[in-house]
């Protein structure tokens, strides 16, 4: 007889019944999703103000968060890894038909679809950031890397300002799919990127990792602003 994945779950904790439950979110992929919305929301509502001064500093951090994302996704926790949460095409249709069929349950880390939804919504800011960092308003701004891009600085310009629209759809489409695991399937996924969450399988990621973590964001964060003063660009 088959063995359900919430009877499994139950035996390991009765042939460990002293282990502690390690956090599905981490402190250093904690910080970074809140770092990452307070800087994008930064970035929005600088530039439809005209404060090109807190746009860049906004998008310099987007692109700093960015590339420690990168990183923790090879070197943070189970649930932060790429490895793990990026499925294949088989596993995001099985996710999607169960959940079609009634299933409720709760999928520590990243679902298969959420975990692609993430892969896009990196993808786009990503290519936002590094399109703003070449830009410029032929006028008062360019950004720090506009005078290395060359002739490339019109194009970087020109999709900066179209992916706009991408930028907003993916937000959408962020909130949108919150609303549905809270209102359809009755799951609250917010706590968890407060508190961190509870995987009952895994044990705790250790706190040397968790400090390593938080140093590197910070590093990152300092270097890529730093660097980003190297030039004055605002006339």
């Known amino acids: 007889m088959a063995v359900t994945p919430l009877e499994s779950l139950m035996r390991m904790r009765q042939n460990h019944p002293m282990s502690k439950s390690g956090e599905i979110w981490d402190i250093p992929l904690r910080l970074f999703h809140w770092l990452l919305m307070v800087s994008v929301i930064a970035s929005i509502g600088s530039v439809k103000a005209g404060n090109m001064f807190v746009h860049e500093k906004a998008g310099i951090s987007v692109a700093a968060l960015l590339i420690f994302r990168v990183i923790w996704g090879f070197a943070g926790n189970r649930h932060a890894r790429f490895a793990h949460f990026l499925t294949g095409p088989g596993r995001v249709i099985a996710y999607i038909k169960s959940r079609m069929g009634g299933e409720r349950g709760i999928h520590p880390g990243h679902a298969p679809t959420g975990g692609w939804a993430t892969m896009v919504i990196l993808m786009v800011f990503a290519g936002m950031a590094s399109m703003g960092l070449m830009a410029h ?8 890397l506009a005078a290395w891009a060359g002739d490339f600085t019109d194009t970087a310009t ?3 300002h179209l992916g706009e629209k991408l930028v907003f759809a993916v937000i959408a489409m ?4 919150m609303l549905i695991y809270r209102f359809w399937l009755k799951i609250n996924l917010v706590p968890a ?3 961190g969450g509870r995987d009952e399988v895994r044990q705790p990621s250790s706190k040397t990792r968790q ?3 938080v140093m590197v964001l910070a590093a990152v964060l300092i270097t890529a602003h730093a660097l980003g003063m190297s030039g004055e660009r605002f006339y």
């Open 158 to 160: 020109r999709l900066h």
């Open 174 to 177: 962020h909130l949108l799919a």
């Open 193 to 195: 990127m407060l508190h």
């Open 211 to 213: 400090i390593a973590g």
């Open 137 to 144: 308003d032929d006028v008062l701004y360019e950004g720090p």
